[in-house]
């Protein structure tokens, strides 16, 4: 892409502001995070400084306050930042909801919500799995009743990640119990701070909390907060979900290895699986880059396979990293060790989730099946 002179110097446009304006204690924080979920504490100081910037949301339309970049441009983009090892932005709020609030929200719920997305005045999580409902999520049943202008709800979510610094939530309700499970579910947005909830700490077992189970007691919901028609939250959930399992896996992990490669004392079997995962990633970026120029392939079907390879590969890093990070603590006489290889074993543990999470991989592997076998 960089034959190109324009994506160049944009290219060295981004590296020159990444350089200039990235704090040392967030990129620091970053370089110690166990999960690609970085508390608020570090995403937003940074989601801030590019808001500032114009380029909070480099996905989003122009119209909407995203900068007008290409594909091209915001793919150049999330390499350079994987690069300079900048925060991971919380991506309930910029890469989930608020695309589903611009196809699907009133022209006031756009309004209200999008701004605040992009400022970080709204921190959001998202409310789809439940106890009963984990992949096979049409089985949800937080219920949601009518009661003049408002919804009532009764049951609970779980594993939702940062409810306990979220004031908004995304969430799936079951309003009808007629016909096909995915025919009575609605979508809704909800405050946090609204009477009768509660939220329960998860601990994993990397030893983090960024999960936690939320209650509902008797919670009033204004129907006004739905997005879609009542009973239609599924097509919102679909359209929401490829976007939650696309993306841009392959820069962030490049940068990762080849922090990894350059360790010293790797052994010649830790030096041919880091080359054979090298290639996985350029034939993954490949992919991605493929997909992000729309050249053939439904939208569905790259989410999936993205979604796929993106998570293996991240897993198979992982335990490479495990695997230099046990040599290099026999090998060092001093106790001395990167920060890369510090955070290798709790990353690992939470990392166990990627290949669960927005759909397991395996349920995915049939949709691509469907897609391309009919």
């Not at 110097?9 to 990129?27: G, M, N, V």
């Not at 054979?276 to 490949?286: C, D, H, K, P």
């Amino acid at each position: 892409m960089l034959n190109d002179p324009e994506l160049a110097a944009f290219r060295d446009e981004i590296r020159t502001f990444l350089s200039e304006h990235l704090p040392d204690e967030l990129h620091r924080a970053a370089s110690r995070a166990t999960s690609v979920f970085m508390d608020p504490a570090v995403s937003l100081p940074w989601q801030r400084i590019l808001n500032a910037r114009g380029w909070a949301a480099p996905d989003w339309p122009e119209a909407f306050g995203g900068p007008g970049w290409n594909e091209a441009q915001r793919y150049i983009f999330a390499a350079e930042c994987a690069r300079a090892g900048a925060p991971n932005l919380a991506p309930m709020g910029l890469k989930m909801v608020a695309p589903v609030i611009m196809h699907y929200g009133s022209p006031d719920q756009q309004a209200h919500y999008l701004p605040r997305i992009l400022s970080g005045e709204d921190y959001w999580c998202q409310g789809f799995s439940e106890p009963g409902a984990g992949s096979d999520l049409a089985a949800l049943q937080l219920r949601a009743t009518p009661d003049g202008s408002d919804y009532i709800l009764n049951g609970s979510k779980i594993w939702t990640t940062h409810a306990h610094f979220a004031n908004r939530m995304f969430c799936l309700v079951r309003t009808s119990n007629e016909g096909k499970p995915q025919a009575g579910i609605s979508f809704l947005l909800l405050d946090m701070t609204s009477p009768g909830i509660t939220v329960e700490p998860i601990r994993t077992l990397a030893g983090d909390h960024e999960l936690n189970q939320v209650f509902f007691d008797d919670v009033r919901v204004p129907q006004a907060n739905r997005l879609g028609a009542e009973n239609e939250g599924w097509s919102v959930a679909k359209h929401l979900l490829t976007f939650e399992r696309g993306g841009k896996y392959a820069p962030g992990l490049i940068g990762r290895l080849e922090r990894l490669r350059a360790q010293a004392g790797l052994d010649a079997v830790q030096r041919a699986r880091a080359t054979r995962e090298a290639i996985n990633l350029r034939a993954l970026q490949a992919l991605e880059i493929k997909a992000m120029r729309g050249l053939g392939g439904s939208t569905a079907l790259y989410a999936s396979a993205l979604k796929i390879m993106g998570t293996d590969s991240a897993q198979r890093i992982d335990s490479l990293a495990c695997d230099i990070a046990g040599h290099a603590a026999w090998a060092e006489a001093d106790g001395q060790t990167s920060a890369e290889l510090a955070i290798a074993v709790p990353r690992y543990l939470n990392d166990r989730a990627a290949s669960i999470y927005a759909g397991s991989n395996e349920i995915q592997r049939d949709l691509v099946a469907r897609i391309l076998l009919g």
